[in-house]
């Protein structure tokens, strides 16, 4: 089974980046699957509005039942919340919340996927998913390297412990927020030795195989060039549908 990175967005169909990870669910469960919808917001209210999104995007990909986790700043995920899952899906909204809520419930995560849950990550979801988690800012000592509006209420880009899935450094809505100068300068001031930015309406799938592109989109790469300073960026497309 497979982690996919969803880079943000909506569209009315979105089977060929988040379908691949509802149909991973369904032949672990052999048959329509359980999907964990774990979803941060500072209040209940406030996160109660998307659930019917969420729920009806995923069961129109192929889900049989979808389990709504609302976390909230008062409420963190328990290892209980995901019991049955056949597959695990984390929401968007602002990271640091997300991260403060899922983080005690990490070695839970890792566990259930390492037995074959696959895991998805929708923006927020996405950014935590790493050995270390992004977390916002906009700034690096002070200089400006992304829109304020990425900022995820953050001054200084921020890093993190994440949930330890992978070994990159996620940011997202690459293209559409500009955010491919965060990722090229976290490398750049050595805070990272790679890091990858996706586009909307687009998935990193990482599995066995290595990576894989799904979407309408590109996933941006930033990588340290050696032992040097300069800082290699390269472009991973969607394969043609």
Known sequence: MSIHLLGGGDAD????????????????????????????????????????????????????????????????????????????????????????????????????????????????????????????????????VASEASSEGLDEVTLDAGLGLIDLVVDVHAAQYGNVSRAIAIVAAGLADRVVAIDECTSLIVGSGGLEVAGDGSVWTADRAGDTDRVTVSVLAAAAA
């Open 13 to 144: 169909d979105e089977s060929r980046w988040t379908g691949r990870f509802v149909a991973e669910a369904r032949e672990r469960a052999e048959g329509p699957p359980v999907i964990a919808v774990v979803l941060w917001a500072a209040d209940a209210s406030e996160g109660e509005r998307w659930h019917d999104d969420y729920r009806d995007d995923l069961t129109k990909l192929g889900a049989g039942e979808v389990r709504i986790v609302q976390l909230t700043t008062e409420r963190t995920l328990l290892p209980t919340d995901l019991g049955s899952a056949d597959g695990i899906f984390v929401g968007g909204g602002l990271t640091p919340g997300y991260h403060a809520a899922i983080m005690p419930a990490a070695d839970t995560i890792r566990g259930l996927v390492s037995t074959g849950v696959p895991y998805a990550g929708y923006s927020a979801g996405a950014m935590i998913a790493g050995d270390v988690a992004l977390l916002g800012g906009w700034r690096i000592g002070g200089v400006p």
